[in-house]
């Protein structure tokens, strides 16, 4: 067996990461800075780094800190980033104040200061005081700089790429509001007719309604800017065809690419990848493949991405037959596959739990050099844990410890469940347990189905050793609609029925309570039978529909 690559990094546990609390130290050691005397000198002097992490655990103390410590922040941090995490916590006036100087001799804080207010406007659903943001700096330009450090894509500087208005419409259009972004853009061209939107804002446009999956508002923007003349660019084709991909319209999107190619603009991945992916997701693999050899027409060489969408096309459809020729044509054009292309193999085992198949492919897949993910041992331990293969599940758990993964609350239940169809409790109960000790709350639904069956075997001292577990923790009590407490249906039936008939009762107790009613049951000429034959006539009336026995009983 040829030695394991290197293993991807474990994920990062807040119990027993020693990074985690390293930067908690940091970020208390910053917040006693901030809240002590003469900052600006001492936080240079504590030599720490104002990495994310940090600022993150800096976020909760924000609304506490004094006034005067938030141009410290700022200076330590920059700019745009005390300003994100201000806003981020609601704190828009200390936000506001930061980027507004009062010393005429300030320097003016970057545009990109001004990029994080807006998107967390928008990220609230403020799109009223992001527009009023944009008028502000529409109206005093001297209020921000931009750098002109580094050059666009078209080789325009920075500072032709950074604008207010492009700022503002990415904004509203990345958090969902592309229809403010348009209110905005046609309320410019309404107050001045000489201005039009240049490309930028039209791509933005264009990817804010692709991704609202408004294809009619797509088509209607791309035809204006057609007639308004307007160059497009790969970015505004590569928009475009991902919208009709993702609408399932490959065959438009392969118009375009050809209509690109007719206007002289270079194909890329981005424009050719997501049609093979559509293609495949329709299982249209004749067309896919056709699409695939035309790549160097297009000046393009396909990408593991490539191929992936192709392999996972084949595996949703069931065709593992298809999806290994294409995992050989990818290692013939020396492109190696990655844990996510035997994910998709292994997606299809665990639907089918193919415990054969499964095991062979991993097998294989490690035995080559190639490292499982998490999302492997997932697959892998639900298709041993649907098979009823206890041994290899547990050999799989500790493979996934061994890999640097730690078994997490998906798979642990999954554990749990198997040992109580085995009727292993003890041993359901100690996993349950450990769950706890290593900082994972079980789902309710887990301890639902183990205190029923502790409960059932009498084993008092577990069940209240499990009740006490559950209710150290907070944690929710909600059942999926579909759970059902193994009543069966007949005894469901039977709960019904009987409603059903005490509901008929009441009723007829209320109409004998009736003053109006009793007094038309109390004929003189009834006897007390027939009054009784009366009452039992509408119950049947009620319950079984019954109206052929409504007569006087014969007795």
Known sequence: MLPRPMRHPAPTLPSDSSAATAAAASAATVLSILRGANPDRLLPAAGIAPTPTILQHLRPALPALPDPAIPALARWAGAAAAVSLLASRGLFAAAWRLLLPQLPSSQPPPLAAFASLLRRYARIGRTAAAVRAFRFLQRNPDRYTVSADGDGEDGSSYAAEASPLILTVDALCKEGHPRAAAQLVEQLRREDPTWAPDVRAYNVLLNGWSRARRLDKVEKLWAAMRDAGVRPTVVTYGTLIDAYCVMRRPDQAIGLLEQMREEGIEANLLTCNPIVYALAQAGRF??????????????????????????????????????????????????????????????????????????????????????????TYHLLVKMLCEANRLELTL???????????????????MLIHLLCRRHQFDEAFAEFENMFERGIVPQYITYRLLMKELKRLGLVKLVQKLTDLMRSVPHSTKLPGSYRDKEGDDAIEKKKSILQKAQAVSDVLKERKDSKKAHELKNSEETDVELADRIVANIRRRVYGDVSRTGPSVS
């Open 395 to 413: 050999q799989m758990l500790q493979e996934m410890r061994n890999s640097g993964f730690e078994p997490d609350l998906a798979t642990s239940t």
């Open 286 to 375: 004749g067309d896919a493949h056709k699409v695939l050899e035309k790549f160097p027409l297009y000046g393009v060489a396909p990408n593991i991405s490539t191929f992936n969408s192709l392999v996972l096309g084949y595996c949703k459809h069931g065709d593992l037959a298809g999806a290994s020729k294409v995992l050989k044509a990818m290692l013939g054009r020396g492109i190696s596959p990655t844990a996510r292309t035997y994910n998709y193999f292994f997606m299809v085992f665990a639907r089918n739990c193919s415990v054969e198949l499964g095991m062979n492919l991993y097998s294989k897949m490690v035995s080559s050099g190639y490292a499982p993910d998490l999302l």
